[in-house]
């Protein structure tokens, strides 16, 4: 069976700052895609970054990057100058790829990160 | 384009009552997906559907959950009869197997059960 596991409940960081978060999964397939989502305090959960397990380069987007380090099955989050709107439950998520057809989401149980001002 | 859309976003019921969650997922896409967030237990996937025929509803919690995809853009969850333990955010999601397996959900319906 697949796990997330996010071993931070809570971080906080100061505006402007850098943060990571960590993510660790266990999988003995080696086709998934990985996930950072992002639910404020009004629980809509949006996405944040996506990485596809084959890809060895690192995703981005915009002030989010991610870690991902396969052989250690290891998929962090770095938030670049942290900004007040980024506070937020951030979830880890993990799905396997049968052929391109979608299949579980399997979330770990989140960090809260608080951005101060 | 707009994103998967949740009614109610709020709900106040009593106990026993019939409770029916809705969701209509972004157009085009061929999974729809139904998660349910507690404190206690996290986001638990329910059941999911793909072209509109249950794949996967061993996350149901009990028969008196039930859900339905009568077509490719409606969906319901629906509790019959409600209990307190029920009280939840249920989200909706959709995804397209072209897409890559990137979910999108909906802002939730949040369920309080007295």
């Known amino acids: 069976a697949q796990t997330v596991t996010q071993s931070q409940p809570e971080m906080s960081v100061q505006e402007a700052e850098t943060v990571t978060l960590s993510c660790t999964y266990d999988?003995?397939?080696?086709?998934?895609?990985l996930f950072w989502y992002k639910q404020p305090p009004s629980r809509q959960m949006i996405l944040v970054i996506r990485?596809?397990?084959?890809?060895?380069q690192n995703a981005t987007e915009n002030r989010f990057s991610v870690n991902f380090q396969k052989a250690a099955k290891s998929f962090s989050l770095k938030i670049s100058d942290s900004q007040l709107g980024d506070t937020a439950m951030y979830f880890c998520a993990f799905i396997l790829n049968y052929g391109g057809a979608t299949n579980k989401l399997i979330f770990g149980t989140g960090t809260l990160l608080a951005v101060q001002p | 384009d707009a994103g998967v859309i949740q009614s109610p976003r709020h709900e106040v019921t009593e106990m026993g009552q019939e409770v029916t969650l809705r969701c209509k997922p972004i157009?085009?896409?061929?999974?729809l997906f139904w998660y349910r967030q507690t404190m206690m237990r996290g986001l638990e996937l329910l059941i999911y559907f793909n072209n509109n025929v249950p794949i996967d509803d061993s996350g149901m919690p009990e028969d008196r959950f039930s859900a339905k995809m009568p077509n490719a853009s409606f969906s319901t969850l629906k509790i019959q009869p409600s209990e307190p333990r029920d009280s939840a955010v249920y989200f909706c999601?959709?995804?397209?197997?072209?897409?890559?397996?990137?979910?999108?959900f909906g802002e939730g319906s949040w369920l309080t059960v007295v």
């Open positions: 990485q596809e397990a084959y890809k060895q």
């Open positions: 999988t003995s397939e080696s086709n998934y895609y």
């Open positions: 157009s085009g896409h061929d999974y």
């Open positions: 999601a959709s995804s397209l197997r072209a897409s890559g397996n990137t979910i999108y």
